[in-house]
């Protein structure tokens, strides 16, 4: 038994309704971020670090689903109910793009070059948004099977994975060909997949089963059992040697990837947990529930607790006066949206 004992996370407040996606940007020359998409349509931008709130991005009419930032955490997507996907400028929270549909967008995904945003939702189509001519009409990609659930891009953005709401499996289409390349079965509906950022292994939730594919030969290299149903699953992403899962039970779980013997598990949330998703540095990871908080749960052991105070005070000094910068120009924004 080595059970970790379990720190006390960071609460992150403000959304007034239930948290169904996190997602963190990579690490950038200003540290990294963490974006969440609530019921109450207001993305909102975080220090991924210490969880402060940077900004809220305002502008849709319904329940946001999905939201992703680019690798630059310079820009936003959100997928909504409100039957749009929208871009924004994360630095200023500014609208820059809408980009219309005909059903509730519950997905949404930047490239890895971050020039084109994936899209798919209840009209059962994949589309593909060109940044650079946002006014052009999007690539579509095959027919799904069924309304979209989840949407991820692999293989520098030459192939791309989705999901269905109401079928299990995931599809691999090519965008070159447009073809399906593989199928991952699954025996339920797939409610989070995500790809490792060394791009080898893609880790899914399906029903109360966590699986992990080798991204590159599509074979099933693991799957584990979990406590309950599980709504989203992360692998730490650098050593691999752990995952989380979070789910119906309200708790965000700990695993062993080599073994799947459970390590750690973390309470708090007063309502299922939604979505998962470790740090890019893996010193951390997020849950969002349908508590409408979302929680930040430190890795004991990653940091000795004193170097980090004394090392890092510059850094954290920088970040402050990042996020004061970037919540001062999000103030200018609303003044100037306000004087409109």
Known sequence: ERKEKMGVPLVCHGHSRPVVDVSYSPVTPDGFFLISASKDSN????NGETG?????????????????????????????????????????????????????VRACAFSEDTHLLLTG?????????????????????????????????LH????????????????????????????????????????????????????????????????????????CNIESASLEPKHGNTFIAGGEDMWVHRFDFQTGEEIGCNKGHHGPVHCVRYSPGGESYTSGSEDGTVRIWEVVGSVNHEEKESDQ??????????????????RISEKAAEAK
């Open 52 to 104: 402060d709130w940077i900004g809220t991005f305002e502008g849709h009419k319904g329940a946001v689903w999905s939201c992703s930032l680019d690798k630059h955490a310079m820009r936003a997507a959100s997928a909504s109910a409100d039957f749009t996907a929208k871009i924004w400028n994360a630095l200023t929270g500014d609208e820059l793009h809408s980009f219309e549909h005909k059903h509730i």
């Open 313 to 330: 005070s510059g850094n954290v000094k920088l970040v402050a006066e990042e996020v004061v910068r970037k919540a001062e120009s999000l």
């Open 156 to 227: 520098s953005d030459n192939t791309i994975l989705s999901s269905c709401t109401d079928t299990g499996d995931i599809r691999l289409w090519d965008i070159r060909s447009d073809k399906i390349v593989q199928t991952l079965e699954t025996k339920f509906p797939v409610t989070s997949a995500e790809v490792s950022q060394d791009g080898r292994y893609i880790t899914t939730a399906d029903g109360s089963s966590v699986k992990f594919w080798d991204a590159n030969n599509f074979g099933l290299l693991k799957s584990y059992e979990m406590p």
């Open 43 to 46: 993305p909102m931008l975080r």
């Open 121 to 153: 939702g209840m009209e059962k189509i994949l589309r593909i948004f060109d940044m650079n001519r946002p006014d052009a009409p999007p690539k579509e990609v095959g027919g799904s099977p069924g309304s979209i659930r989840t949407v991820e891009w």
